[in-house]
């Protein structure tokens, strides 16, 4: 009878801790869930304070090596990169891949983190094997192998590497549009990135249709704040500047800067990129001055981000460099002047 007793007590205490755990285990995938709907929302410092909340619980309840900590780990290093902190966001996700192994979406993550950290080898090689771990683990024609072809185009475009860029895009957004649908956010995404490209090869009415049309899609999803439709507005900005329409270059840029500077902060590297471009603008118009101003602005936050040898400070010095030449080449009164 005693053992009756014991055997009944024991059951119930195995049976209280997996209902506890299990617990444990929805609030986790709700407040996981919730840090992803966020990075879409654009509310990024709420999405932090989830993810946080998200890790710290995984870590206590499922022990350091559990998927969800992984899972916890990558979305928060998603969160830093989205704002900037690119030391942190690097550190975050390797101790992400450190447990979830070559997980594509860790490995997507950390790709793209080297690339705004100007480490294109790095990245190039993570992006390889995330195409590689995504085919293996879905199958060729799962949307995730398309968001790892996305992230090694991306690789390539930032290095100015416009025609390797350009069939990675094509194909991901086939893939995408395939599975998922032609008005799916990652088709939008898609669309934007490869109207980029088409503009930096010169293939301009192609590269128009398909930006105006990623704009119209988040004019109409997207609150005007949101980062993403700053974006979307810097990428026409970057656009007619290629054409030299400089009125709506500046237009677009000056758009994107405001919407930026109040979301992201005065320090943030998506505010540089367009600071740069800002710069370019007036350079190529000859007002030397406000350009000036621009590219010095640039170049502070980008060394205040990078360090000083990064690929994005030099790009920036070699401009101002541009700026200089062209400038020393004015006679003195029209130098006071511009």
């Known amino acids: 009878m005693r053992r009756t007793i014991t055997m009944v007590l024991f059951l119930c205490s195995v049976l209280s801790v997996s209902n506890a755990l299990g617990a444990q285990e929805l609030l986790w995938e709700e407040l996981y869930d919730r840090a992803g709907k966020l990075i879409g929302e654009g509310r990024w410092n709420e999405g932090i304070e989830v993810s946080r909340q998200a890790l710290s619980l995984a870590e206590r309840n499922f022990g350091p090596k559990h998927p969800a900590v992984a899972r916890s780990l990558n979305v928060l290093a998603h969160y830093y990169q989205l704002q900037g902190k690119l030391t942190q966001a690097e550190s975050l996700a390797k101790q992400a891949l450190k447990i979830a192994g070559d997980d594509p979406n860790v490995l997507n993550n950390l790709a793209i983190i080297y690339t705004e950290e100007g480490k294109f080898d790095a990245a190039e090689e993570t992006a390889r094997r995330a195409i590689q771990f995504s085919k293996s683990a879905y199958g060729s024609s799962d949307p995730r192998v398309a968001e790892s072809l996305s992230t090694l185009a991306g690789v390539y475009r930032t290095q100015g590497k416009y025609y390797q860029a350009e069939p990675l895009y094509e194909e991901a957004l086939e893939l995408w549009k395939e599975q998922l649908g032609e008005h799916h956010s990652n088709v939008i995404l898609a669309y934007g990135n490869l109207g980029s490209v088409y503009g930096a090869l010169g293939k301009y009415d192609e590269a128009e249709a398909l930006l105006k049309k ?125």
Do not use: C, W
Request: aromatic residues 8%.
């Open 214 to 338: 990623v704009l119209s899609a988040h004019e109409s999803t997207l609150p005007h704040d949101h980062p993403l439709y700053a974006v979307t507005l810097r990428e026409l900005g970057k656009f007619y500047l290629r054409e030299g329409d400089y009125v709506r270059a500046e237009s677009f840029l000056k758009q994107a800067l405001d919407i930026q500077e109040k979301v992201l902060g005065g320090d943030h590297p998506e505010v540089a990129s367009t600071l740069g471009r800002l710069g370019r603008v007036y350079r190529l118009q000859g007002k030397f001055k406000d350009a000036e101003s621009f590219y010095k602005r640039s170049l502070k936050i980008f060394e205040g981000v990078h360090g000083s040898g990064n690929p994005y400070v030099e790009d920036m010095k070699k401009e101002i460099e541009v700026l200089n030449e062209e400038m020393s080449k004015l006679p003195a009164e029209r130098s006071l002047e511009t």
